[in-house]
């Protein structure tokens, strides 16, 4: 029995249709997979539909734009502000200490607290850890091999997703970091709206006035990683 491949038209619709509906990004396996085994589309069907799509938004409120977890439809920076107004619960800030932690970690892992204590000329509060592990942006990806086994963190999938990034190259340079004065996620389009509608500094809650801010030698956050003492995971993010 002949099977009856779906029109160009139709899979691009369901694409679009399944992008907006879903609170996550898919996959092309996960799109794919919407269409009965008699009817799957032809290799490479499901990526020209996404191009088509990414190239019909060029010119709308929403960008089509592929992240670790898959690809979703999310607002372009230019309107996201104004957009922003629709979820009226207090925008949720975060110290310079988490925001500096966070970087220290996607830009240097794997790394310890230790670490990350050395370079920040500060402790690290345990709670700021704590808030980013439950926010799902960093996880134990190993220990050190040295006397106390330091657990390694490194960043998740999920931190890719949230910030819009579909792999650890896409991390911007630390010159453009110092440009930024906020730092705010993209708001997905369509699905509940995130737990977070933007992100930005507030004064510091787990240091003192003394704390040591960002160095302005990047060498110091992009420089080479630590020699090993012993064996180390490495993030599994890395190369993809």
């Not at 996620?185 to 930005?200: E, N, R």
């Amino acid at each position: 029995m002949e099977t009856a491949d779906p029109s160009r038209d139709f899979i691009r619709r369901v694409v679009e249709a399944a992008l907006l509906a879903s609170p996550q990004p898919l996959s092309v396996a996960q799109l794919s997979a919407l269409f009965h085994d008699d009817e799957r589309p032809a290799p490479g069907a499901i990526e020209s539909a996404l191009e088509e799509l990414r190239e019909g938004a060029a010119d709308r409120g929403v960008e089509l734009v592929e992240v670790a977890s898959g690809w979703r439809f999310q607002v372009q920076a230019d309107v996201h502000a104004l957009v922003a107004r629709l979820w009226t619960e207090r925008q949720v800030k975060y110290t310079r200490a988490t925001l500096e932690t966070l970087a220290l970690i996607a830009y240097r892992q794997p790394i310890t607290r230790g670490e990350i204590e050395q370079i920040r000329g500060v402790g690290v509060n345990a709670n700021t850890i704590k808030m980013l592990e439950e926010r799902e942006w960093i996880r134990v990806i190993g220990h050190r091999d040295v006397p106390g086994k330091p657990e390694l963190f490194g960043t998740t999938r999920a931190f890719l997703d949230y910030f819009g990034l579909k792999n650890l190259d896409d991390l911007p340079s630390l010159a453009e970091l110092k440009e930024i004065p906020e730092l705010e996620p993209q708001l997905p389009f369509g699905g509940d709206p995130p737990p977070v509608a933007g992100i930005a500094f507030e004064a510091d809650a787990d240091a003192d006035a003394s704390e040591a801010e960002f160095s302005d030698d990047e060498d110091e956050l992009a420089g080479e990683p630590n020699e090993e003492a012993g064996e180390q995971a490495e993030p599994e993010l890395r190369n993809e």
